[in-house]
């Protein structure tokens, strides 16, 4: 399989512009979310929304964490944390830099909105997918 392989610096200042683009009352209200960047989703990553290793591909981002619609007043965790993959992105993409821009916002997008507890039916409903 081909696709264009996105340098890392590159791939992590798109999923910043996404992160910036997100409007600022969102913004606002996002605390305690670290966002990282790993090339694939770990094994342990796959078997947390029961896809297999040979799945890989279709997994392009993960929100870990208990959403803020599922908390208590005495809730104290640490940071919430978002993991953007970027080969299965490419994989998804091919070689056009457009579409990997626009996935990749779409994906920053889907795991921010799990962080404010939307789930996936939710998230389908709106179009979102």
Known sequence: ME???????SFAELVS????????EFLEALENVQVDIEEWPTPE???VVGLSHRNRYSLLGLYHGVPLTSRHSQYVAFPDRITIF?????AVCGDDEQRIKEQVQRTVIHEIAHYYGIDDDRLEELGAY
Do not use: F, R, T
């Open 3 to 9: 696709w264009l392989n996105v340098d890392l610096e």
């Open 17 to 24: 512009q996404a992160i910036d683009s997100l409007p600022e």
């Open 45 to 47: 990553d796959l078997e």
């Open 86 to 90: 970027q080969k299965p992105i490419e």
